[in-house]
C-alpha cells in the first residue's frame, strides 16, 4: 500500500539559512498534519492542514510557514534556521470522513541538522 | 488542555518476557482517540492501534494487546512473549476535536517509553 513521502531524507543547513520540506499524503487523503521531534523528544505538532485550508497552529515559530497544493502535497518552509531547529520533522495524512476521526499515518521523516 | 503521561522512561526485559507499557490521559472532551506508536531505531513512526472513548472493547493482535479503562484513564499496552525485534520506543497519544469543528484531529504525545528486549 502506498504510503507517505518525505523528502528530503536527510538535510545539512547553515545557520540563517532556509530550508523547504516536501510531504506527498496518501492518495485520496486530505488532511496533513506537520511534527517536530526534538533528540530524545516526542513529536510536537506544528500545523494541519484540511482541504487546502490551514485547520490548526500549534507551536510553530513565526519563521516557518506551510501550505498544502492542490494536489494535496505540503510543503514546510524554514526560513532563518537555527540550531534548535535540528530535528526530525514528520509528516503524517489522514482522511478525515464527516463523522469518524482518521487514523494518522507518518511518513519516515526528514532529518534537519542545521550547522 | 490534552494530556498523557508515560510513566515509565525505560523498560528492559528479556526476550520471551510479557512486558505492560502505561498510559494514562487527561482531556474535557467526551470524544476522542487514543493511539499507540511504534518508533524503532530507524525512526520512523508505525501506527499500531486507534481506540475510540466510546468503545471500551479491549483488542489483542497476535501477542499485542491492549486494555481501555476509561473510569482510570488509561489505555495500557501489553507485549506477550516479547521478542528482541520488538525493542523500540512507544508512543501512546491522544487526539480530540477541540474547537475545530471536526476538521483537526492533532495528535497529542507522551514522552514515549523506550523498551529494550534482550536476547
Known amino acids: 500500500a502506498a504510503g507517505v513521502i518525505q523528502s528530503p531524507r536527510h538535510l545539512i543547513k547553515e545557520k540563517r539559512e532556509t530550508a523547504t520540506l516536501k510531504c506527498y499524503p496518501i492518495?485520496?487523503?486530505?488532511?496533513v498534519y506537520w511534527y517536530q521531534q526534538g533528540p530524545g523528544q516526542d513529536p510536537q505538532f506544528l500545523i494541519s492542514f484540511y482541504e487546502k485550508m490551514q485547520s490548526d497552529k500549534g507551536s510553530i515559530p513565526d519563521r516557518f510557514s506551510a501550505q498544502q497544493f492542490s494536489d494535496y502535497h505540503s510543503e514546510l518552509n524554514m526560513s532563518s534556521l537555527e540550531l534548535g531547529d535540528s530535528a526530525l520533522y514528520f509528516c503524517?495524512?489522514?482522511?478525515?470522513?464527516?463523522?469518524?476521526?482518521?487514523?494518522?499515518?507518518f511518513g519516515p521523516g526528514t532529518r534537519l541538522l542545521v550547522l | 488542555a490534552q494530556k498523557v503521561t508515560q510513566a515509565q522512561t525505560e523498560i528492559s526485559v528479556v526476550e520471551k518476557e510479557d512486558v505492560t507499557l502505561d498510559c494514562v490521559y487527561e482531556t474535557r472532551d467526551t470524544t476522542y482517540y487514543l493511539f499507540w506508536y511504534k518508533q524503532p531505531p530507524s525512526g520512523e513512526l508505525v501506527f499500531l492501534i486507534r481506540?475510540?472513548?466510546?468503545?471500551?472493547q479491549n483488542e489483542i493482535s497476535g501477542r499485542y494487546s491492549w486494555n481501555f479503562q476509561k473510569s482510570t484513564s488509561s489505555f495500557n499496552f501489553t507485549i506477550t512473549a516479547s521478542q528482541v525485534v520488538d525493542s523500540a520506543v512507544y508512543f501512546c497519544a491522544l487526539s480530540e476535536a477541540g474547537d475545530s469543528g471536526g476538521s483537526n484531529y492533532k495528535l497529542t504525545f507522551g514522552k514515549g517509553t523506550l523498551l529494550t528486549v534482550n536476547p
Open positions: 481506540r475510540n472513548s466510546f468503545d471500551e
Open positions: 492518495p485520496r487523503h486530505d488532511t
Open positions: 503524517a495524512s489522514s482522511l478525515v470522513p464527516v463523522i469518524a476521526l482518521g487514523t494518522q499515518y
